[in-house]
């Protein structure tokens, strides 16, 4: 076959091939079924949505404060002289109990001076007889002389009488201030406390009015901590917020030793003024035996308060985010449209807000946020479950 007869048979298988897809397609295009117009549906903002729960909330009121001794005192020396001893409990840190020798001063002038204070009012006391038994003779004999008349005060020795009794009284006194002198060498303590500083050793010489150390009493504690005054409409604070029943229990919590502890406590009452600077209330919470537990809670430890309040028998707990301006919150109804709800909140605090008008059992409340909102606007839901 010449190449012109070859050219000529592969134009046409080319064109016979074109033309079979051309009708395959025609064909498959007919066989294809006509497409619907649609109109596109409009998508509804999605937010998130928590259940409101609606039963008996109790009232949580936290703050804190630094704890502090509910007595302490300065030791201080009433009389002179050496250092005989120091009692462990008096070193910084040392614990002691009521009763306790805390510091002794050597004694023996004290013990002298007492003594002759002792001879002193004996001797007093022999004068003042002998001049009541001369008074009364005198006043006899008088008498006796002179019946039916009344001596006078200088013939019934009576200046004499008066004055050995006024040295009798001066000698008792000066035993007694023996007496205290000798008891002041000894430093007793007043309650069982511990030692927060020493000033003083064995041996050292002391003077009246000196400083020797600073103690206090480790039977109770005390945490002050400044609230808001509206805080305490919802729990009792004697003398405040009631005249006589105990106040609102409490509780305690310290991070002591890298573990946390926890320590019940009991409101015993407010401070007298409100603080000038911050406008709030100091609340004092008491804490009885912190050293019986093992760390203890120490003096000048950071702590943190929890006051049990008052139960709200009708409530709620939602989260903050569930608020918007004005006290209202957004709630989606059964049809999913979003209406604007008034509340009334009760309290807020690390849970959320507790509310205790406006809200009803199974209430959905939306707690994200929307760009633009009006009020009957149709939206789809997420429930992110109940609040804490």
């Not at 006509?34 to 259940?51: D, F, I």
């Not at 106040?247 to 019940?264: C, H, I, P, Q």
């Not at 409101?267 to 709030?280: L, N, S, Y």
Request: no cysteine.
């Amino acid at each position: 076959m010449s190449n012109k007869k070859q050219a000529v048979f592969q134009a046409l298988a080319a064109v016979v091939i074109i033309g079979a897809a051309v009708l395959a397609f025609k064909a498959l295009q007919a066989s294809r079924p006509e497409l619907e117009r649609r109109q596109p549906e409009a998508l509804h903002p999605m937010v998130r949505t928590a259940p409101v729960s609606i039963g008996p909330v109790d009232v949580v009121i936290t703050g804190e404060g630094t704890v502090r001794p509910v007595s302490e005192i300065q030791v201080v020396s009433r009389v002179s002289g050496k250092i005989v001893h120091v009692a462990p409990g008096m070193k910084n840190g040392g614990a002691f109990s009521k009763g306790d020798l805390l510091v002794a001063i050597e004694d023996a002038d004290y013990r002298i001076a007492h003594i002759l204070a002792e001879a002193g009012v004996r001797e007093a006391e022999s004068r003042y007889q002998l001049a009541r038994a001369d008074a009364e003779a005198a006043r006899l004999e008088w008498m006796r002389m002179n019946p039916g008349r009344e001596p006078s005060p200088l013939a019934a020795k009576q200046p004499q009488r008066d004055a050995a009794e006024a040295y009798l009284q001066a000698q008792l006194a000066n035993l007694e201030k023996a007496r205290l002198d000798l008891e002041r060498t000894r430093i007793i303590a007043p309650f069982n406390g511990r030692s927060g500083a020493e000033n003083i050793s064995a041996g050292q010489f002391v003077t009246p009015g000196q400083p020797l150390g600073a103690v206090y009493a480790s039977d109770s504690v005390e945490i002050v901590v400044p609230m808001e005054s509206a805080a305490l409409a919802w729990f009792d604070v004697p003398g405040f917020s009631t005249m006589d029943g105990p106040g609102a229990k409490a509780t305690v919590s310290a991070t002591v030793a890298g573990r946390e502890m926890t320590w019940d406590g009991v409101v015993i009452r407010a401070h007298g003024k409100i603080d000038p600077q911050t406008r709030m209330i100091h609340v004092v919470i008491r804490v009885a035996d912190p050293y019986a537990t093992q760390p203890p809670l120490y003096v000048g430890q950071f702590a943190r308060v929890r006051i049990h309040g008052a139960t709200i028998p009708e409530a709620a707990i939602l989260p903050r985010a569930a608020l918007r301006d004005a006290g209202t919150v957004w709630v989606v109804d059964p049809e999913d449209r979003l209406q604007f709800r008034k509340v009334d909140i009760a309290w807020t605090d690390e849970r959320g807000m507790v509310i205790q008008k406006g809200l009803h059992e199974g209430d959905r409340v939306v707690v994200s946020i929307l760009k633009s909102v009006t009020e009957g606007m149709m939206v789809r839901t997420v429930e992110t479950g109940k609040p804490s």
